[in-house]
């Protein structure tokens, strides 16, 4: 079976500080890992997406996370947060053979950014 | 493009009641799935189709069923609502069957069982 864990429910920083929002996943074999944004009453966005190669992926509204397959982790991280950035996030997790699209999704971290 | 359009928003049903949750996508993705959204439990997978045609289980289906109508279209109904079944309900669609495409969701269906 697979998992993720985001071990902190809620996240503060302060506006312009760096972010990282928490995430480890367990897989048998080799994962895809997501990470989706969700703002108040709307859908999940993506955000970004590893499925191999380069360990530190970079995806929308200056966003990045870096893959550690020997800490099994895949952290989101933001140099400099924003107000805007304010919302609920969510890492996802699935297999890469034979896992079709079957995606398990975290508890979610809220992250609040302040002034 | 409307991307997944669920139907309807907001719905309050009484125990016993039955309903239907609509989902259309217009992206002429494969793949649609429904998942429903609890505080604290993030999403679970209720079923999902990974073609026109096929539908299977996820991870909590009991008291749900689906019908993929058409390659657009994936409803969810209640046959007979329970309390333990209030959630926010989400659609979702992609394109390929590898898994490495992200999802593509809609904003919601907010049902509450009374």
């Known amino acids: 079976a697979q998992s993720v864990a985001q071990p902190e429910d809620q996240v503060n920083v302060a506006e312009g500080n760096p972010l990282t929002v928490k995430c480890t996943y367990s897989?048998?074999?080799?994962?895809?890992l997501f990470w989706y944004v969700q703002y108040p009453n709307r859908g999940l966005q993506f955000l970004l997406k590893y499925i191999t190669g380069d360990n530190l992926v970079k995806g929308s509204y200056g966003f990045e996370a870096e893959f550690n397959k020997s800490q099994t982790s895949f952290h989101l991280k933001k140099p400099s947060a924003l107000v805007s950035d304010s919302a609920l996030y969510f890492c996802?997790?699935?297999?890469?053979?034979?896992?079709?699209?079957?995606?398990?999704f975290g508890t979610g971290t809220q992250l609040k950014v302040e002034l | 493009n409307a991307g997944v359009t669920q139907t309807p928003k907001f719905q309050v049903l009484k125990t016993g009641q039955s309903m239907t949750l609509q989902c259309a996508q217009d992206m002429n993705h494969n793949s649609m799935y429904w998942y429903r959204q609890d505080p604290g439990m993030g999403l679970r997978l209720i079923y999902y189709?990974?073609?026109?045609?096929?539908?299977d289980k996820g991870e909590v289906p009991n008291g749900y069923n689906v019908s993929r109508l058409n390659k657009r279209e994936f409803s969810l109904r209640l046959e007979s609502a329970a309390p333990s079944q209030t959630s926010v309900y989400f659609c979702a669609s992609l394109q390929g069957t590898g898994g490495n495409s992200p999802l593509h969701f809609g904003n919601g269906t907010r049902l509450t069982v009374t």
């Open positions: 189709s990974a073609s026109e045609g096929t539908t």
């Open positions: 996802a997790v699935s297999r890469s053979e034979g896992g079709g699209n079957k995606l398990t």
């Open positions: 897989v048998s074999g080799n994962p895809y």
